[in-house]
C-alpha cells in the first residue's frame, strides 16, 4: 500500500521567497506531524494535527512558519521570507490514530531537502 | 524538558560481530520508547518499541529493554549484517501526557563484510 509522501523531495529557493511542502499521510490516518532534520540530528518537533485540527504548535520557530491541513487529509507547511537558517530536511510522519498512550507507531515520509540561497 | 541521549558514531564494525547502541532519556511520567532506523535516502521506520518498564522490544533480530531505573534502552544485536548499516535513532513519547515525540540524534552504524 501506499506509504507517506511528500513534495517536492527537493527544493532550491532564494532567500525571501515562500515555500510550501506538501505532505500526503497514509489514507484514514488521524494524525499528523511535521519535522525539522538537521544533518547530524534527530527530527525536531514543529506541529502536529488530529484531523483537520491543529493540536499544538509549540515547536514552529517563529511566525513565517505555518501548517494547515484543512480537510483531515493533505498537508501544507508554508515557510514565508526564507532564510538561509531553513536550509534543512522537512519529514512529516502519520499515525493511525491519536496518539493515546503514546504506543502508536508513526510512518514517516522520505522528506523534503530545502536550500535557501 | 525531555532529553534523549545516545552515543556518538558512527559505530563500525564487522559483519557478525555484536552491536550495542547505548540510549539513555529523561522524562516525566513513563513514556513509550522507540527505536527507528534509517536507511539512506528513506524515511525513518520504527524498528521496536516499549511502552513500559521492563518490556522488552525485539524485530529483525535487534532487541532493547526498557529499563525504568536506569532510564536506559540500549539496542542490541546479536549478530550484525551489512544490511543493517544505516542510522538508529531512539525516542521517546508520551511522557507526562504529552503526544510530542523526542528523538535522539541518532547513531550512524556501518558493518563490513
Known amino acids: 500500500g501506499a506509504g507517506v509522501s511528500q513534495s517536492p523531495r527537493y527544493k532550491v529557493t532564494k532567500r525571501g521567497q515562500d515555500v510550501a511542502l506538501r505532505c500526503d499521510p497514509i489514507?484514514?490516518?488521524?494524525?499528523l506531524y511535521w519535522y525539522r532534520q538537521a544533518l547530524g540530528q534527530g527530527p525536531e518537533f514543529l506541529t502536529y494535527?488530529?484531523?483537520?485540527?491543529?493540536?499544538?504548535k509549540s515547536g514552529l520557530p517563529n511566525d513565517r512558519f505555518s501548517a494547515e491541513r484543512p480537510e483531515g487529509s493533505i498537508s501544507t507547511l508554508t515557510i514565508q521570507r526564507t532564510e538561509q537558517r531553513d536550509s534543512a530536511m522537512y519529514r512529516c510522519?502519520?499515525?493511525?490514530?491519536?496518539?493515546?498512550?503514546?504506543?502508536?507507531?508513526?510512518?514517516f515520509g522520505p522528506g523534503t531537502r530545502l536550500t535557501v540561497t | 524538558g525531555d532529553s534523549v541521549t545516545q552515543m556518538e558514531g558512527p559505530v563500525t564494525l564487522s559483519e557478525e560481530a555484536f552491536l550495542t547502541i547505548n540510549c539513555t532519556y529523561t522524562?516525566?511520567?513513563?513514556?513509550?520508547l522507540f527505536w527507528y532506523v534509517q536507511y539512506p535516502g528513506e524515511g525513518l521506520q520504527l524498528l521496536l518499541k516499549?511502552?513500559?518498564?521492563?518490556d522488552k522490544g525485539s524485530n529483525k533480530g535487534f532487541e532493547a529493554t526498557y529499563r525504568k531505573e536506569t532510564t536506559s534502552f540500549h539496542l542490541e544485536k546479536g549478530s550484525v549484517q551489512v544490511s543493517d548499516s544505516a542510522v538508529y535513532f531512539c525516542?521517546?513519547?508520551?511522557?507526562?501526557?504529552?503526544?510530542?515525540?523526542?528523538f535522539g540524534r541518532g547513531t550512524s552504524l556501518i558493518v563490513h563484510p
Open positions: 516499549a511502552t513500559k518498564a521492563d
Open positions: 522524562a516525566t511520567g513513563y513514556p513509550s
Open positions: 510522519a502519520s499515525s493511525l490514530v491519536p496518539d493515546l498512550g503514546s504506543s502508536y507507531e508513526q510512518y
Open positions: 489514507s484514514g490516518h488521524v494524525s
Open positions: 525516542a521517546l513519547n508520551g511522557a507526562g501526557g504529552s503526544y510530542i515525540p523526542t
Open positions: 494535527f488530529n484531523y483537520e485540527a491543529q493540536q499544538d
